[in-house]
């Protein structure tokens, strides 16, 4: 059973899609970073006094990278199925429900937009953990997983 594994963990074939798989969850995570890094900004003006219309444009930089945290997470399942010896792959989610966000539109006051603002920097810290992570996981494909084969 070890040699089938290692045989198939050294095929440059399987190396270089799951470095193709890796680098599509890195692609996701750099697209939600920066949708955040949006709605970071919408929500600097918000708490100045942007008014409602500045908070509908933050939730909706924050559900668009919801999507690409979606899309990172599909393909992060895929890349855990091929790296077994990876036990645990940084998952990030955000955790700002519906309520939050209709409570962030219909109450906009600075308190609510400071909170808004933790929560969005707590997740843009969960990424760039997650990013660091498959940064990682390339580089050992790169060089470890793959010394004795040429991809």
């Known amino acids: 059973m070890y040699n089938v594994y290692m045989e198939y963990m050294y095929d440059p074939e399987n190396i270089e899609l799951t470095i193709d798989i890796a680098n599509e969850v890195l692609m996701h995570l750099q697209n939600a970073k920066e949708k955040l890094g949006s709605a970071r900004n919408w929500g600097i003006v918000d708490i100045m006094g942007g008014g409602i219309f500045t908070s509908i444009f933050k939730h909706n930089r924050i559900k668009d990278a919801q999507m690409d945290l979606e899309r990172a997470k599909r393909a992060t399942d895929e890349l855990m199925n091929r790296l077994y010896y990876y036990n645990n792959i940084g998952t990030v989610n955000i955790n700002i429900d519906e309520f939050m966000g209709a409570f962030d539109i ?43 084969v040429e991809i």
């Open 106 to 148: 219909l109450f906009d006051n600075p308190i609510v937009d400071i909170f808004m603002q933790a929560k969005i920097s707590n997740v843009r810290k969960q990424i760039d953990d997650a990013i660091d992570e498959i940064e990682d996981i390339i580089g050992y494909l790169y060089s470890g997983a793959s010394e004795d």
